[in-house]
């Protein structure tokens, strides 16, 4: 077991937080008013998994009805099984039918303050952007309904059938939802890739998904600037040749390189086509979306989520956890990218059935200054609000004068998700933003279970900083060793849930025994989800990391491995060993140990730094940027054990003694004394 699991990492943790007075009233009624009833109902979730989730099911349109509400062949699980219908309807065509195609689905916010945008391109009736305020687009259910039955026509006429990957390779539009709604309404699982990913990431998993159509932008706003998105999917497309058809949307009016017969754009291909499209009639079990996500070997990996199951767990985790309540004036903010699976469920699949409007904001946190987030929560008198703790550390950073400006008092709950909390930033976060008046829900999960696992409820669950407390209704979590048993009171242990639940992953694309492997091998019967946590007297869970060689950077996680594959596919690297190490702002800060071929080894201080810079920048290139090494350390040697496996502790440790990487002057480390002096220990 991985050295993070060990007892004198428990913190004494002793504020609890019983949710605000006057919490219910203000949400419009919680849904879940007390731990009693919290726990009743968990119980029967439990006791009963095909009553609880058949009635929530029963809540959506269904083409045909399922025969049996859950199938478990360990480790595959089926759910609503036989039963027939579309995501897509339930978060469109249901709204319109039942009288809301007027109510606003989704709030969107440009990035630009002062951008005069004319033309091809924008949506129609968008206001045209005019100094002092931000582009914004409200979408009404039957306009999203409208736009994603044409762009679903589209990419008919590209030749996308039912069970066709779709890349998507965008910026924060709405258009990004509208292509991932098209895509589940014809039945072509979408394949998003995060628009900070390189050319390469979108080889790999074009290739990986046989991709034949990708859909992108000229470019993406970040920070003031354009991100080239186009020029990487035409660098991508030079490495393959898998992509027939890319549709490009007009946002940044960047120049762009054009291939006749393979590039299309948005608005041309979109207004010749068709308002008129039906759903393709879905099993509930057909493949929704892949989305890739990092693992402990190189190769990242294709989570595979159906329909039936995610459709309905989604609803009811953003139902309760962030207690949506329609025709309240809720506003509903997620922070995530919608490259992430946090944007998948909690800005497009979980809310649009929850009829509560989605916020979308295309943009950094940072422009045109710190207090933009708050900006946007007082102009659109947000109410839930749904953030990471890489956001929260940098906003505390940033200084509370920028949230001060701003009336926030519209907020009700408060999100957090990606990584464990800091105490000191969940302090932070409930006074300053919420005032002392907001529940903070720290909810725990993945891309793997595809919705909340273990997340306290706002109305229910006292709070107490850096838990995320108890498990979502119908799942089974515990933490227990190897053999599945139970670990003591505040003892760490393996995380594992020990019954399936409606929106778990239902496999890795392509790859059987990786999948069988990674989550259904190390404790029998039981899904492994890779952290390693401890549970307190009350029986509430603390993560305390993750148990493999994946390091959570700023709430991404990143293969140490990918990282490693990258440094060695440059010239000048011969091995390299990836580490974690802390970061005030990111949690944890990636530490690359290098060795050089000879040929480059040779050279000054200032070559050396030059060097690091350029292997930053093709990390960068080869992954994105969020996988550059925040400090590289050249070495003769890695340390390694007898059996040859490098010693990563060692690593740790080394690289965490730093206190500010940048300070870092030492060019050349020589291992070869410690390693000897710790081979016995390892070996
Ligand atoms: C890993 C999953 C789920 C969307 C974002 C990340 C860590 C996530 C928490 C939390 C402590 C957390 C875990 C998990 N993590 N949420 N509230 N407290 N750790 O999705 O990229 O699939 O990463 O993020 O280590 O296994 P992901």
Redesign the pocket.
């Known amino acids: 077991m991985s050295d993070s699991v060990s007892i004198e990492s428990v913190l004494t943790e002793n504020r609890v937080f019983e949710p605000p007075s006057g919490f219910s009233e203000s949400v419009g009624g919680a849904y879940i008013k007390s731990l009693d009833e919290y726990h009743a109902l968990h119980k029967r979730s439990i006791d009963d998994p095909e009553g609880f989730w058949g009635e929530i099911a029963a809540e959506f349109d269904w083409f045909e009805p399922w025969s049996k509400v859950m199938e478990w062949n360990l480790p595959d699980a089926k759910w609503f099984v036989g039963g027939r219908t579309n995501l897509c309807h339930n978060c469109l065509d249901r709204q319109v039918n039942a009288g809301h195609g007027d109510d606003v689905a989704m709030i969107w916010e440009g990035e630009p303050y002062s951008l005069s945008l004319e033309g091809e391109g924008r949506g129609e009736g968008a206001p045209p952007g005019n100094g002092g305020t931000p582009e914004v687009r409200n979408l009404t259910y039957h306009d999203l309904l409208t736009e994603t039955c044409k762009f679903a026509n589209v990419l008919k006429s590209c030749g996308v059938k039912k069970g066709d990957v779709v890349t998507l390779y965008m910026g924060m539009v709405p258009e990004l939802a509208i292509a991932m709604l098209a895509c589940a309404r014809i039945g072509a699982p979408h394949s998003v890739i995060f628009g900070g990913f390189s050319s390469q990431a979108i080889v790999d998993r074009v290739v990986d998904a046989s991709s034949k159509v990708i859909v992108t932008c000229d470019g993406g706003w970040r920070r003031g600037s354009v991100v080239p998105l186009k020029d990487n999917v035409d660098a991508a497309c030079a490495k393959t040749d898998m992509v027939k058809s890319v549709i490009v949307l007009k946002r940044c009016h960047n120049d762009v390189q054009w291939t006749d017969g393979r590039d299309h754009w948005w608005h041309e291909v979109v207004a010749s086509a068709s308002e008129e499209c039906s759903c393709e009639s879905m099993d509930s079990e057909d493949m929704l979306f892949l989305l890739y ?2 693992g402990s070997t190189g190769k990242p990996k294709g ?1 595979m989520h159906t329909t039936g199951g995610y459709m309905v767990y989604t609803y009811l985790t953003s139902k309760y956890v962030f207690n949506l309540v329609p025709d309240r004036d809720q506003v509903f903010w997620c922070t ?1 990218d919608i490259g ?3 944007g998948h ?1 909690y800005i497009v699949y979980g809310l649009l059935p929850n009829r509560v409007p989605t916020l979308m904001y295309e943009g950094a946190p940072n422009f045109p200054d710190a207090a933009r987030f708050w900006d946007i929560v007082e102009r659109h008198k947000v109410t839930q609000f749904y953030t ?2 890489t956001a929260i550390r940098a906003f505390m950073k940033w200084g509370d004068e920028h949230p001060r400006k701003h009336d926030l008092s519209s907020l009700k709950v408060l999100g ?6 800091n105490p000191e930033a969940w302090m932070w976060y409930h006074k300053v933003i919420g005032n002392e008046k907001c529940p903070i829900v ?8 595809g919705g909340h696992m ?2 306290p409820l706002p109305g229910a669950t006292p709070t107490v900083p850096g838990s ?1 407390t108890l498990p979502f209704f119908g799942i089974d979590a515990a933490v227990v060793n190897e053999n599945g048993e139970e670990m003591p009171v505040n003892t760490g242990g393996l ?1 594992v849930i020990r019954k399936p639940w409606p929106a778990m992953l239902r496999g890795i694309f392509g790859d059987r025994e990786r999948f069988i492997e990674t989550y259904f091998s190390r404790v029998e019967g039981m899904y492994l ?3 390693s946590a401890r549970r307190d007297e009350r029986g509430y869970f603390w ?1 305390m ?2 148990i493999d060689d ?1 390091i ?1 950077v700023a ?3 990143l293969g140490t491995m990918e990282i490693e594959s990258a440094l060695v596919s440059h010239e000048s690297v011969v091995e390299a060993a990836v580490v974690g190490m802390p970061h005030e702002i990111k949690g944890t800060a990636i530490a690359a140990f290098c060795t050089l071929d000879p040929g480059h080894s040779t050279g000054d201080v200032a070559q050396l730094e030059t060097l690091k810079q350029t292997l930053r920048t093709h990390v960068a290139k080869e992954i994105g940027a969020i996988a550059k090494p925040d400090m590289i350390r050249f070495t003769d040697a890695l340390p390694k054990t007898r059996s040859g496996k490098i010693m990563r502790r060692l690593l740790r440790s080394i690289a965490s003694g730093d206190t500010d990487p940048n300070q870092d002057t030492t060019t050349l480390e020589d291992f070869s004394v410690l390693a000897k002096l710790r081979e016995s220990e390892e070996g």
């Open positions: 996500t990092s989570i995530a992430w699976v946090t469920s990471a703790p957090t998700v990606g990584e464990p909390i720290d909810t725990w999960w993945q891309t793997e279970t273990i997340t995320c995380l989800a890779g952290d993560i990391g993750r994946v959570n709430g991404h996680r």
